[in-house]
């Protein structure tokens, strides 16, 4: 399989991880659990904008193999981060998206890093901005959960 195809496959992966995380209430998950203060609208526009993300790295896959490396980045860093070790750390307790993270997300992720390796894309540099790009993917809306309740972003000001 080409790499534009493995970029297609990923987003599609990530549409039906997206309905298991709704479908499951990774909301309510992810209040108790991680502590994330997050509501569903937040959950909406922040999948939104994945799903945005990865039709647009699929759409330049063959001429910029970084970005769909930095999308399969963001997938291995979501289903291991945010779905296999809470799960761990909580003794079994089930996360909303860790059948989809575990059987499409870690397949995809190893086989766009698997193909881009062997079409000669990828040296140290660019393994090291895709790893790190879907470190900072993962990490912005998180951040920006934290931090909007901070004075200095608040809109409404006396």
Aim: charged fraction near 15%; aromatic fraction near 12%; proline fraction near 6%.
């Amino acid at each position: 399989m080409d790499l534009t195809t493995l970029a297609w496959l990923s987003m599609l992966a990530y549409s039906v991880h997206i309905l298991e995380e709704y479908e499951l209430d990774w909301r309510n998950w992810a209040r108790e659990v991680i502590k994330l203060p997050v509501e569903w609208r937040d959950f909406y526009v922040t999948n939104g904008v994945v799903v945005a993300v990865g039709i647009g790295q699929a759409m330049v896959a063959e001429r910029l193999p970084l970005i769909p490396l930095v999308y399969a980045s963001l997938m291995a860093i979501n289903a291991i981060f945010f779905h296999v070790l809470p799960m761990l750390f909580t003794r079994g307790r089930f996360s909303p998206g860790a059948i989809t993270a575990v059987v499409l997300f870690l397949p995809c992720s190893m086989a766009v890093w698997r193909q881009a390796v062997a079409d000669g894309s990828v040296d140290a540099p660019t393994a090291l901005l895709a790893i790190l790009g879907g470190a900072v993917l993962m990490a912005f809306p998180v951040v920006l959960l934290r931090v909007r309740t901070l004075p200095y972003f608040q809109q409404e000001r006396a």
